[in-house]
């Protein structure tokens, strides 16, 4: 067996005992309503892979425009979809979470404001890729837009939901600069993090080799 396959069973492996210790090891967190907490340990991972993809999808656009190579497109789109992904997983995570906590699934709080517009963006870059047959001046478009799009990221993720008054609960690392988690709690969602990373990367890896074969395919049939 190769180390690749080794690693994916020890990424799984990791993944159960993640959700294990999500429901049987840590102790719900105070200040939340019933089991609710739990839901942080899934919210957490999949919002912090979201930005973490998009950034991705940044770095990636600009290296197609440097080196104009097809592969970094292929990278950069896959890199997106990843982050659209996990950007509606955070949103119905965060959705349930609401239910739970006040009542209803959407309560227009600007956290879930602007994963909406974030998650309307990415979409359009999705959209404008299905709409230009030529791929190189696809690719070239695409990346533009992708850049473009990211900048938005850090204003609507970071700075838009702390400037307005939000339902939502501090982070665990809070405004104080502390964390107000137990132990447990905080182990597993650590672990839960890296998890989720990892997964990610097997997702990222995965999508380039399925893009790479469709982009080859494509070139040959010019």
Known sequence: MRV???LKFAL???MGLVIWAAFFYAQPAEGFMGQSSRIVFFHVPTAWVCFLAFLVSCVTSVMYLWRR??????RASVSAGLGLL???LATVTGAIFAKIMWGAYWNWDPRQTSITIV???YAAYFALRGAIPDPERR???AAVYAILAFVTVPFLVFIVPRIYFSLHPDTIINTRGANEFDSRYTQVLMASLAAFTGLSAWLYSLGCRIGAIKER??????
């Open 86 to 88: 996990m950007a509606v």
């Open 139 to 141: 690719a070239t478009l």
């Open 119 to 121: 998650l309307l963006i």
């Open 217 to 222: 395919k494509e070139q040959e049939m010019l």
């Open 69 to 74: 190579d097809p592969i970094d497109d292929v």
């Open 4 to 6: 690749t396959t080794y």
């Open 12 to 14: 799984l492996a990791w």
